[in-house]
């Protein structure tokens, strides 16, 4: 992993920027347990246990780190960044964290802190106004610096290597089940680079209309489409690609559609550039598909966010105003689905630069026939 993703002074920097975007919206306090806002700010991922973590930061310039007491050694500790206070076993890290709030009265809260211990801490803290922590990290998180988008750019290449031999037909397809070829998929993944696999979702045919259907029992026979969409996480940054492919002969009316497809993805794409709307992108690509006739069957937003999660903040869907600024990633991945018939999706991951979008995965967009 390269330095620049893993060095104090990387952490102090953007805690001081949590701290101005507290400042501005008069926050006293983020508490940050599991998920992924603590490692963003301080290197460390707390196991989702049952037992707390976490890191209090109030304007104070040492932030604090509260974990339990076996997982401490886990910790790399950044003096200058936060303190490391272990809790034992017969203590209640609760009333731990009340401690050090300092008499907070706005309180940012992670979305992923367990309802348990937010709902304990409301005893401690009678009066305090709760809000979300997202407001104040989200707009950080969300545009990548250099060193993200090379961690983004290296995923997606490795997943852009896995596609490559799916469409190469290396990936071999019918006669055996959806689940073995996701798991084929997956293994891939982690040979390529991956250090865990996310998803592998491999739908045949029919399935290929349920956008997240689950990879199972289903025999995959020839002359029907068959939708991969796969991703993994490379050095704490994501992957994300879908391809189609066809074994056999397309009909007429799979070929059209999936021209449509491509065309939708192309003007998705087209439009991610810094200053539009995320919605923007999302209507970009939505135009195409519903000019052609099939708007019923496109049933989700074009794309999300992706970093450390592989889904995040921005979010491409109607109702999104947000402008895009250089250095956000997101997918552009929009499908048209008929029930009981086929499915298809075409996804990349774009970042948005100056320059415009750079697609994270390239390889060939088409509906690779294999035979
Ligand atoms: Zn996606
Ligand atoms: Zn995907
Ligand atoms: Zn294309």
Known sequence: MSNSLTSGALYASRLARVRQE???????????SVGHDLPYLTGYYAMPLERLTMLVVTQDSVATLIVPRLEAPRVTPFDDVFRVVPWGETENPVEIVAKHLGGAKCIAVGDQMWARFLVELMGFVSGACFVRAVD???PLRMVKDAA???????????????????????????GRTEAQVSADISARLIAEGHDVVNFAIVAAGENAASPHHHAGPRVINKDE???CDFGGTMNGYCSDITRCVFVGTPSRKITSAYSVLHASHAAGVKAGVVGATC?????????????????????????????????EDPYMVSGNKLPIAAGHAFSVEPGIYLPGKWGMR???????????PIAMTNVDHSLVVIN
């Not at 507290?22 to 940050?32: E, G, P, T, V, Y």
């Not at 075409?346 to 415009?356: F, M, N, P, R, S």
């Open 346 to 356: 075409l996804e990349d991951i774009v970042v948005a630069t100056d320059a415009g």
């Open 225 to 227: 489409i068959v939708l």
């Open 279 to 311: 919605e923007s992108v999302d209507a970009a690509a939505r135009k195409v598909i519903d000019d052609a006739g099939f708007g019923d069957f496109f049933i989700h937003r074009t794309g999300h966010g992706i970093g450390m999660e592989a889904h």
């Open 148 to 174: 993200e988008i090379a961690a983004l750019q290296a995923a997606g290449a490795a997943a852009d290597r896995v596609a490559v031999q799916l469409q190469a037909g290396n990936i071999p397809l019918v």
């Open 22 to 32: 507290m400042q501005r919206r008069s926050i006293d306090a983020a508490l940050l």
């Open 136 to 138: 104040v990290v989200g």
